[in-house]
């Protein structure tokens, strides 16, 4: 009980932590809406990677305080609910704790790259849904901002509901191996075809404006308006909805993936976020870019085949 009280205090300052951060870009330094330039987009970019250096590198010497380790009963514990293939040694206290430290720290770097490349294909998917809806683009930001929070706490749910099945039920690592080599066959095959969405046609689009609670027209940067006694939403707050929905489906594939290198739900929800918190930096440096990432389906599919085989293959192989 004691693991768990320091793990959920630890959990809970990181996301304070976030909180803050989060907080401080959305109402400080980006207050005011602006058309984002490749020189600004790639500075931020360089700040969230230094920031996801800088946590690596907390892990790396103190990476015992996220599971409140305090002795080698503690250590093996911990280590064989997550890494039970470490040797650790009992008259080796400290020895052991740097290789477990080690471990954590080379997951969490691996689990922050592999999000990191998957989300470049779903960078894409976002700028289809902002062309899809004539979004002004001094409003990127605004909508990328709310569209990152929510996608937060989805990968929250996610990722711990993901390990309380993982933990009870070790077969489903199988289930997400097999469901990664799906999609990246799936992917490829699909990989020429031209992706576009129809706004008329969306589902959310149709049930909002079949229900009388869609506002017809975009209102600067606000996401409601009232008319004629009730709330109305704006096109928008749709489009933050819609860039929600497609962060969902991606979880699908990126979370399986993360876990191919780490079963500690702690490590893999950290990685996520602050691959997450970088991409809305990444989405404008991108942006610019679009037209030289043409291998890009392929280079992904490769990836989410490979995760998907090892996974699969994982009780062979370390």
């Known amino acids: 009980m004691e693991h768990v009280f320091t793990e959920s205090m630890f959990l809970v300052g990181f996301v304070i932590f976030i909180a803050a951060i989060l907080v401080l870009d959305m109402l400080v330094i980006d207050r005011k809406a602006h058309v984002v330039s490749i020189k600004e987009a790639g500075s931020w970019t360089a700040v969230w990677i230094i920031l996801a250096l800088a946590f690596a590198v907390f892990i790396y010497f103190h990476g015992d305080m996220v599971h409140g380790i305090e002795n080698f009963d503690d250590l093996k514990l911990i280590a064989s609910r997550y890494a039970s293939h470490l040797k650790l040694d009992p008259n080796d206290y400290e020895g052991s704790l740097q290789q477990y430290r080690h471990y954590m720290t080379i997951s969490y770097i691996s689990g922050y790259l592999i999000e990191k490349t998957l989300s470049v294909d779903n960078l894409f998917v976002m700028m289809m849904i902002f062309s899809s809806f004539g979004v002004d683009k001094k409003d990127y930001q605004h909508v990328l901002n709310w569209g990152i929070l929510g996608a937060i706490v989805l990968r929250f749910v996610f990722i711990f509901a993901g390990a309380a099945l993982i933990s009870r039920f070790a077969w489903i690592l199988l289930v997400f191996g097999g469901f990664l080599v799906y999609s990246g066959a799936k992917m490829f095959l699909n990989r020429n075809k031209k992706e576009e969405i129809n706004v008329e046609k969306h589902p959310l689009v149709k ?17 409601f308006v009232r008319e004629a006694g009730k709330w109305l939403l704006t096109p928008l707050f749709v489009t933050v909805l819609v860039i929600e929905f497609s962060d969902l489906i991606f979880a699908f594939d990126s979370i399986p993936a993360v876990f191919s290198v780490s079963l500690d739900p702690y490590v893999v929800f950290f990685s996520n976020i602050f691959a997450i918190l970088g991409l809305r930096a990444m989405f404008f440096l991108l942006a610019a870019i679009a037209d030289k990432f043409r291998y890009l389906k392929t280079g992904v599919c490769v990836l989410l085949v490979f995760i998907g085989v090892k996974m699969l293959i994982h009780k062979y192989f370390e």
């Open 207 to 223: 049930f909002l404006t079949k229900t009388g609670r869609m506002y017809p027209k975009f209102m600067g940067d606000k996401f």
